[in-house]
């Protein structure tokens, strides 16, 4: 397939330790460096912008990963959606990869990683990358997300704008309005009405840790990750605040951190452009694209 940019991806799928067949479209070379995408909580695979795609102008191999019970990946029978089945997951991914990973991860995603590569088995990466998201998180914006997607769970929206106009409303920062061709990808059309393209039993059964008990197992997990940590938040986050980002630094001294302007939570798509500039260029200092590792 070949995007409206000119960057052809085709379908990544490997199937997980537990048996479901997890999704990933793949851009650029088969043979270059790998860079895995990992999503936040309630989005897909599409939610990277031109991320991916400019990684792939830059010789990389560039997977944007379905997690579990989202997009087009399978959902769990069993409800199994605890942070240690994504952080599994992407072992899987990483497993598949012909050498290290770049491994950028949004929320969800970003906890993913931290659990992967600081925990054993671990993931040896080549650097990992925390959009909007670190060990502390303040508990303000965990819950504003959680009412998100809990609120449209069950009833869905009757047209593709009611959808649009909910998630204008929870990212008030954005300038732009929200594209319908793109809040398609995330939504599926059931009867007359549209529904969130995730699986509701990822907030009732899934992930119920202890908040301490995750908080303390990513500190961990952060002090012993070996490769170059990027911290890219939101200057308007409500998740991912001034002293999540001094409280990573106390457990990272070497960490990079960069503040994007005009962003909240959703700082991948709320500015791509910046976001992806800051990626690149943490990534030229520490880890060259045209190396092989």
């Excluded at 995007?3 to 999704?23: P, Y």
């Amino acid at each position: 397939m070949t995007s409206r940019t000119g960057v052809e991806s085709e379908l990544a799928q490997i199937r997980s330790r537990d048996g479901l067949n997890l999704v990933a479209d793949r851009y650029g070379p088969a043979d270059g460096q790998p860079v895995i995408f990992m999503h936040g909580g309630g989005q897909t695979r599409h939610s990277w912008g031109g991320t991916a795609m400019e990684m792939a102008r830059r010789g990389c191999s560039a997977f944007t990963c379905d997690h579990r019970g989202h997009g087009d990946s399978d959902w769990s029978p069993e409800g199994a959606y605890a942070f240690e089945d994504n952080a599994n997951d992407l072992r899987d991914w990483a497993a598949h990869m012909q050498r290290p990973p770049v491994v950028i991860g949004a929320s969800l995603g970003g906890i993913a990683a931290m659990l992967a590569l600081g925990h054993a088995p671990t993931v040896q990466a080549r650097a990992l990358v925390l959009v909007d998201i670190a060990p502390l998180m303040e508990r303000t914006g965990t819950d504003r997300i959680i009412s998100f997607m809990r609120e449209n769970m069950e009833s869905g929206f009757a047209r593709l704008e009611d959808a649009a106009a909910a998630v204008q409303a929870y990212t008030p920062e954005r300038k732009r309005a929200v594209d319908l061709s793109s809040i398609r990808k995330n939504l599926r059309q059931r009867g007359d009405r549209w529904y969130w393209h995730w699986d509701p039993k990822c907030l009732k059964d899934g992930n119920d840790e202890d908040a301490e008990q995750l908080h303390q197992r990513l500190c961990e997990g952060v002090r012993q990750t070996t490769c170059p940590i990027l911290l890219v938040r939101g200057r308007h986050s409500d998740v991912a605040s001034e002293e999540s980002a001094a409280h990573l630094l106390s457990l990272r001294p070497d960490a990079a951190c960069v503040d994007v302007s005009g962003a909240g939570h959703m700082v991948a798509g709320d500015r791509n452009d910046i976001f992806t500039d800051a990626v690149l260029e943490f990534l030229d200092r520490n880890v060259p694209l045209n190396q092989v590792a």
